[in-house]
Structures are given as C-alpha cells and as structure tokens.
C-alpha cells in the first residue's frame, strides 16, 4: 500500500498545470517567465502532447486558442523538450531525436517554437509523419491579431529547431523605432 501512494505522489507531480492565455494581458512580471507560443497541425484527434523541462507540462486540444491552431502559456525560463504526442487512446508517439524536439524560453519574451505538424498517413494507420515546422509569419500575424497588447511588450522570438533571421530582422526593426 505505501509503494501505491508513493507512486500516486510521484506520477502527480510529474506535470504542472498551466492555463493557456485567453485574454491579452501580460502576466509576465518576472525575469523567470517566458511565453510558449506553439502551432499544432494535424489530421487526427489531438490527446496531449508532454513537454519536459523547468515546468513538466501536457498541452491538449482543449488548450488550443478558439478558432485557431495555436497554444499561448507561460513557462519558466529554460531548456524544454517535446518528449510524447497522444493522439487517441491507442496511438502515442514517443520522440527520441531530440535535437529537433528541443526548444527555449528565453525570459520575458514571445518564444515561437514552432508548428507541430502530425499527419497520418489513414485513418488506420500506425504511421505518421511528424516535423516541427517554423511558420513565424503566421505566429507573427496570430500575436498581431489575438495578443497585440502582450506583442507590444514583449520580443517575439524563434525558440525551435534552426534558425530564424525573419523574426531577427524583425525586431530588430522594432528596436530601431
């Protein structure tokens, strides 16, 4: 019996609840908090999809923003890695290559880590394609268009797989002005 509830503490703490943003305010004061901002793509029922790092978290479909195919929450600062896709009951994807499934928060700012896109192949099937896609464009016109007040204070940034010298130029732009 003791074992059970040890491990009922254990798997409990595993993951932290966050509250996906559905009203433009910032409610990052701190130099320890940065935003998450995610786009999802795909042609099946979206379960969760886990997330390791400073704030163990499970995003699922009901955190996706109304009308759109984005995720705003906020995080601590630091290393993350995309760990496990659920789509259904029955199909979970565990991601083992990690150098395309890491991402950062950087303190204080927007961090775009991209769109995850997960596409199978039949309703049937057990394969899917699965890439984490940067679309900054469409995350910079989601923020212009959901969030302006929260875009205002705050650089929005790529924090995913690569490199992105448009949202570079971009606020680097911004800075000038």
Same mark, same amino acid.
């Given at each position: 019996?003791? #074992?059970?509830?040890?491990?009922?503490?254990?798997?409990?703490?595993?993951?932290?609840?966050?509250?996906?943003?559905?009203?433009? &305010?910032?409610?990052?004061? &701190?130099?320890?908090?940065?935003?998450?901002?995610?786009?999802?793509?795909?042609?099946?029922?979206?379960?969760?999809?886990?997330?390791?790092?400073?704030?163990?978290?499970?995003?699922?479909? +009901?955190?996706?923003?109304?009308?759109?195919?984005?995720?705003?929450?906020?995080?601590?600062?630091?290393? #993350?890695?995309?760990?496990?896709? +659920?789509?259904?009951?029955?199909?979970?994807?565990?991601?083992?290559?990690?150098?395309?499934?890491?991402?950062?928060?950087?303190?204080?700012?927007?961090?775009?880590?991209?769109?995850?896109?997960?596409?199978?192949?039949?309703?049937?099937?057990?394969?899917?394609?699965?890439?984490?896609?940067?679309?900054?464009?469409?995350?910079?016109?989601?923020?212009?268009?959901?969030?302006?007040?929260? #875009?205002?204070?705050?650089?929005?940034? #790529?924090?995913?797989?690569?490199?992105?010298?448009?949202?570079?130029?971009?606020?680097?732009?911004?800075?000038?002005?």
């Amino acid at each position: 019996m003791r #074992y059970f509830l040890l491990s009922i503490v254990f798997l409990t703490g595993c993951n932290s609840t966050v509250t996906t943003l559905e009203k433009d &305010t910032d409610l990052i004061s &701190t130099a320890d908090k940065g935003y998450l901002l995610i786009g999802v793509e795909t042609n099946r029922d979206l379960k969760s999809i886990s997330i390791s790092g400073p704030d163990n978290i499970s995003l699922s479909h +009901t955190d996706l923003n109304a009308g759109t195919n984005f995720i705003l929450v906020d995080l601590s600062v630091g290393n #993350y890695e995309i760990n496990r896709i +659920t789509l259904d009951h029955w199909f979970r994807i565990n991601l083992k290559d990690e150098e395309n499934w890491q991402f950062t928060i950087s303190s204080q700012s927007i961090n775009y880590v991209g769109h995850l896109e997960i596409v199978n192949r039949g309703f049937f099937s057990t394969s899917a394609r699965l890439e984490l896609v940067n679309r900054s464009t469409e995350a910079l016109e989601f923020m212009e268009d959901n969030f302006p007040t929260i #875009y205002e204070s705050k650089t929005l940034s #790529y924090g995913g797989p690569g490199e992105d010298l448009f949202l570079e130029y971009l606020n680097s732009l911004r800075g000038a002005q």
